[in-house]
């Protein structure tokens, strides 16, 4: 079965090929094939990825939300603005399931700040899932969602007049290569003013044996997370990759701080992709990358934020100093 967005075009009209099409082309007619993690999210990937988020050996979730129930008051405080009655929007990029969020929602009602909520996100249904849980649990709260990649929700919300706190939880911001998340720091800092936050979530290098075992699991949760990338494209593209064939296979490199993630065929293969007329020839034990999860310190983090055009203002991190979740200025 198909379920591309394509599938329901009029089918006289030559389709457009989809970005996911010329990122596959582009990305295995590379030397060192890669895909990007980007693609991981499907139905059954984000099923998997909330599996992931409660693995024994994946911290970062767990840290993060103790973090943000230990330090709910001072990250209030930080995020919203001085006057007790001024009001605010508190955006958040890439929402998900709001489970973290609900904590600093939960703790800026009770204390009386005026806000709106504005969950952004690329996917309808995550939102409207998000939306409902909201009305259930925070009647009084006013969410306006936005369905919209993250730059065109932030132009969107600096035509409206008032403060804005940007939230950027669960080390998302790892997910991007250096050059990457320099530029949407930069273009976060664009549309906001000296009155505004942000925060962002980190993951801190620690020991690389407990960072390594949170991308390989005992349990193979994220082996099959990886893998179903693969599966996507069969169904997708109309390839035909022999699951059996591939081995998820991951690595941390202290000296970058990168986590990086691969698929390695462990045979030599040809796969076609039916929907492109295409095939690509794989040699044994060839990889194609597919995620990176960089870790961080907080030299590290001060000179990113600041390359970018932000200030640290507020550095909050767990007991083990597993996790960090910064307030920065722009
Ligand atoms: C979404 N992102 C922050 C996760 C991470 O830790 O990089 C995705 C993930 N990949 C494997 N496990 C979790």
């Not at 699951?243 to 970058?256: F, G, V």
């Amino acid at each position: 079965p198909t379920d591309t967005s394509t599938a329901a075009q009029d089918s006289s009209a030559p389709t457009p090929a989809s970005a996911l099409q010329q990122h596959v082309r582009a990305g295995l007619s590379r030397p060192f094939k890669a895909l990007s993690s980007m693609y991981f999210y499907d139905d059954e990937g984000s099923r998997l990825f909330q599996q992931i988020m409660a693995l024994p050996e994946y911290y970062p979730t767990r840290t993060e939300f103790t973090l943000l129930t230990q330090h709910q008051a001072a990250i209030g405080a930080a995020l919203r603005p001085q006057e007790p009655t001024e009001p605010f929007f508190l955006l958040e990029l890439g929402a998900g399931d709001g489970l973290k969020t609900k904590i600093l929602l939960r703790h800026l009602l009770e204390t009386g700040a005026q806000f709106t909520y504005v969950p952004v996100d690329i996917s309808e249904a995550a939102l409207a899932g998000l939306a409902a849980s909201l009305r259930a649990e925070l009647p009084t709260l006013h969410v306006e969602p936005v369905v919209a990649d993250y730059a065109d929700a932030l132009r969107l919300m600096a035509s409206r007049p008032g403060r804005k706190a940007v939230l950027f939880l669960g080390s998302n911001i790892g997910n991007f290569l250096p050059e990457d998340r320099h530029r949407f720091l930069q273009n976060l800092a664009l549309p906001l003013t000296p009155d505004d936050r942000l925060l962002v979530g980190f993951d801190l290098q620690k020991n690389p044996r407990l960072i390594r075992a949170a991308y390989d699991d005992s349990q193979g949760v994220t082996a099959r997370f990886n893998l179903n990338l693969l599966r996507r494209l069969n169904r997708e593209l109309g390839a035909d990759f022999d699951l059996a064939q591939w081995q998820h296979y991951t690595d941390y490199d202290p000296l970058s701080g990168a986590v990086r993630s691969f698929l390695v065929s462990s045979r030599a293969q040809t796969v076609q992709f039916a929907t492109l007329n295409w095939a690509v020839d794989f040699a044994a034990w060839e990889m194609i990358h597919t995620e990176n999860s960089y870790k961080f310190t907080r030299s590290g983090i001060a000179a990113t934020a600041e390359a970018a055009g932000f200030t640290v203002q507020e550095f909050f991190t767990d007991a083990q100093d597993y996790f960090a979740d910064v307030i920065l200025q722009p």
